[in-house]
């Protein structure tokens, strides 16, 4: 296959995916979506499922119920018809019957306390204690304008993240772009998220929005909102950490609930690409006023 017809067919991939994320408390029109591609439905199918193994439909179920198993936790004051209708779902009764099939619990046995084991079968394998640590963080809230990025998607939530990064810290060079954050943009909360199904998107955000010419990478906006913005310093494994408390103890005591759209970090020392594998970053999590 020529080399500029996978890049047209990974671009077209990207955008259904992104589509997708944008789109997930909406009944997602896939006709509306093909018009706007310019590809017939068919096509569009075809291509998706070869780049990422399945197919649309399976996907933007996946994606509703771990959106679903995340707000359910976090959103204590949000019903459960309340979180069902956040992630795409006009029925209560379809929600509760897709998402008992998908973890063997019910959403109000989850909301509860049924979470909890299937996180500790997730985290007792990647981090030494189950125990959930006191960051001791105040965040700042903070208004986060819409940024554009340029970037690779990357299956999992491991240290391969690393060849990722490498591949788009080459492009830069390439396209000898001096002034840009590096921003690595989270779908998942990895707390309740097998890590190898976790959605993690390396960005670039050119410090000046100008369009580049031919760039071989697609590009997505990352939504404006409001922020908590948490400064976090540490070595990788840490950010699983920071995460368990973020959403099992700090979100929960904190007063506000979170959203549907992605977390983000903006790194001052990016672990992916450094040797010592230490970070400086800024967090932020969208969030939304009880």
Request: charged letters at 25%; hydrophobic letters at 35%; aromatic letters at 14%.
């Amino acid at each position: 296959m020529k080399k500029e017809t996978l890049e047209k067919r990974v671009k077209i991939a990207n955008n259904v995916m992104y589509y997708i994320y944008q789109y997930i408390d909406t009944d997602i029109n896939l006709d509306t979506l093909s018009m706007d591609l310019n590809i017939s439905k068919f096509h569009m199918h075809r291509i998706f499922k070869e780049e990422f193994g399945k197919n649309i439909y399976e996907s933007i179920k996946a994606i509703r119920l771990q959106k679903a198993s995340n707000l359910l936790i976090t959103n204590r004051y949000s019903t459960i018809t309340q979180v069902a209708s956040l992630c795409g779902y006009s029925s209560q009764t379809s929600f509760i019957r897709a998402f008992k099939q998908r973890f063997n619990c019910t959403p109000k046995k989850w909301k509860k306390d049924g979470y909890k084991e299937y996180s500790k079968e997730i985290l007792g394998k990647t981090i030494d204690s189950l125990d959930i640590y006191d960051f001791n963080l105040e965040p700042k809230i903070v208004k986060m304008p819409r940024l554009k990025a340029y970037y690779i998607r990357h299956d999992g939530y491991d240290r391969n993240i690393r060849k990722t990064w490498q591949k788009l810290y080459a492009w830069t060079l390439i396209k000898d772009i001096k002034n840009y954050k590096q921003i690595g943009l989270l779908h998942d909360n990895p707390v309740i998220t097998p890590l190898d199904k976790c959605q993690y998107i390396a960005c670039v955000v050119l410090e000046e929005q100008d369009k580049i010419l031919d760039s071989s990478l697609p590009t997505f906006l990352i939504p404006e909102g409001v922020y908590a913005k948490f400064h976090l310093e540490g070595v990788y494994g840490d950010m699983l950490k920071f995460m368990r408390w973020l959403y099992h103890t700090w979100l929960l005591n904190s007063g506000y609930e979170t959203k549907t759209t992605p977390s983000y970090t903006i790194y001052e020392k990016n672990h992916f690409l450094e040797d010592d594998e230490k970070f400086i970053l800024d967090y932020y999590l969208p969030i939304t006023h009880v």
